[in-house]
């Protein structure tokens, strides 16, 4: 009886599951800190290609303006070096808008169709951040205004009551609904799974040669022959790599409220995408996991985090604060 | 979520194209394709210097930088080094985009030059990776290697 009861509830309650996952309101800073990332990240991108611009995407270039281009693919109109420049204008304008929190859904759907045009003609070029930042575009397009942090509620808080600026800038609550953040976690874990399913069953990632092979190579900042000596580290690094790989996705998926394991989990990423930074000549890579990351933010990281900011502010300015008390104001030796 | 996970599935299983079928037309209109083939097994090259060779009717070739417009020289960026690796061997879905860059080159030579060349390659001069234990015998991380692309698109 009993039995049959929970089995007639199970729809309801998967229902009720699913709904909670994907709609329970988060705090809006996690939207902002998604947003502004993504922004920094897209800058970066813009930048990276700007002097490549002619070669890649120009009419005598060495991409291809395939002939069936969907119309939405600003290069099957936009095709001179001028105006190539100034696409690439707007759309490192359409970033800092992005960044500022000004008109960012518009800015949004600048970079979604830019990042579009670039990747269908230069595909030939594409990496791997290329397609982060067309996912989490995407995403973020779909996603609730991200008003927290930005000008747009700046303006919005200033307009008279009933204006046009105030209907559409107006102040939102202190929480979003999760969803957009949730398919980008969802992102997150598939990219790790996957490189591991490819990288696991190749030898070198296997007998910890890989990273002495890599640092040697044309993709690391320091490619010395010293690495086939530096065989243990080569092993750790190898390692490590699929270590993080491996368990950020699960620590940081099941680690839901947990504060330990969620900064376990980044923790790992920091080595993970720091060390690229570091070592490698394809840092756009790690920066392009950082919104991703965001999105696995809570409340109290940030809190934690604005707390130790203002704990070193107070430990700088106290010595100076300490130096003027010490020191006789220009007042009090001019008066004496 | 079902998309971003059929994106990745591979096509080599006894299911073919069937899984990832129903999501297809989504994946490829909003842009949700994704590749996370990343570095799955060592890199083979320490350096590489893309040349593009042109060949006369006569039988003599010609030299040039790879980078158009202009013919200018390689200048290594890991986006290009990417480019040059896929023009070199490209797999179906990039020999359109090797072919179109290879007409091209055959305008941008003939123009340089004032002559019009036969037909024009891609090569790729390198230094390839040796095996640890020879790079712990001669102190030297790799040894110089040349690859020619299979295509060698003719000048019409």
Redesign the interface.
């Known amino acids: 009886m009993q039995l049959r009861k929970k089995a007639a509830e199970l729809p309801q309650d998967v229902i009720t599951w699913i709904e909670r996952w994907l709609l329970e309101p988060i705090d809006a800073r996690v939207y902002a800190m998604v947003r502004i990332t993504y922004g920094i990240m897209a800058l970066g991108i813009v930048l ?2 700007w002097s ?1 611009r ?3 995407f ?1 009419e ?5 303006h ?1 002939p069936d281009l969907l119309f939405y693919i600003l290069f099957k109109w936009v095709r001179s070096s001028a105006g190539v420049s100034a696409m690439m204008a707007v759309a490192g304008l359409a970033a800092c808008m992005v960044i500022a929190g000004l008109f960012t859904r518009f800015a949004l759907a600048v970079l ?1 169709l830019w ?2 045009a670039y ?1 269908a003609i230069g ?6 951040y290329d ?1 982060i930042e ?2 989490v575009g ?1 995403i973020l397009l779909l996603g609730p205004p991200m008003r927290m942090w930005s000008l747009e509620a700046r303006i919005g808080a200033k307009a008279p009551e009933g204006s046009f600026l105030r209907r559409f800038f107006g102040p939102r609550g202190a929480t979003e609904p999760r969803y957009a953040l949730r ?1 980008m976690q ?2 997150l874990a ?2 790790y799974i ?2 591991v399913w ?2 696991a069953p ?1 030898n ?2 296997r007998s910890g ?2 990273m ?3 640092m ?4 690391s900042n320091f ?3 010293a690495w ?2 530096l ?1 243990k580290t080569s092993v750790l690094m190898t390692w490590y790599t699929l270590f993080a790989e491996t368990t950020i996705p699960f620590a940081l998926m099941l680690a839901g409220t947990d504060k330990f394991f969620r900064r376990f989990a980044f923790l790992l990423g920091v080595g993970l995408h720091g060390g690229i930074a570091i070592t490698s ?2 840092g756009m ?1 790690s920066l392009s996991m950082v919104p991703l990351y965001a999105a696995y933010l809570m409340p109290e990281d940030i809190d934690d985090v604005a707390a130790l900011v203002a704990r070193l502010r107070r430990k700088s300015s106290a010595p100076s604060a300490a130096a003027t008390a010490s020191t006789p104001s220009v007042a009090k030796v001019a008066k004496s | ?1 079902a998309a ?2 059929s994106a ?1 599935l591979p096509s080599g299983t006894a299911f073919g194209n069937s899984l990832r079928r129903p999501f297809g037309h989504y994946i490829g209109y ?19 210097r893309p040349v593009l060779v042109a060949s006369y009717a006569g039988g003599s070739k010609t030299e040039h930088g790879p ?3 202009g013919l200018t020289k390689y200048e ?8 040059f690796f ?2 070199v061997w490209p797999t179906g ?2 020999n ?3 072919e ?2 290879l007409r ?1 080159a055959c305008g ?1 030579v003939a123009r340089q030059t004032g002559h019009k060349p036969a037909s024009v390659t891609l090569r790729l001069d390198s230094y390839r ?1 040796m095996p ?1 234990n020879e ?2 015998q001669t ?4 040894k110089p290697a040349s690859d020619t692309s299979a295509l060698n698109v003719p000048c019409s």
Request: aromatic content about 20%.
């Open positions: 990276e290609l490549l002619e070669h890649l120009s005598g270039g060495m991409s291809y395939r979604y990042n579009f990747c595909y030939p070029a594409e990496a791997g397609g067309r996912i995407f398919l969802w992102q598939i990219i996957a490189t490819l990288k190749d070198y990632w040669e890989l002495a092979y890599f040697m190579s044309m993709y490619p010395f022959a086939a000596w065989g000549t394809i890579f | 979520m971003m996970v990745n909003v842009g949700l394709w994704q590749n996370w083939v990343m570095f799955h097994t060592i890199p083979h090259f320490h350096k590489i980078m158009l417009p290594h960026r890991t986006r290009l080094g990417s480019l896929r023009y879905d990039i359109p985009y090797a179109s860059y091209k941008e990776l640890l790079v712990r102190h030297k991380t790799s």
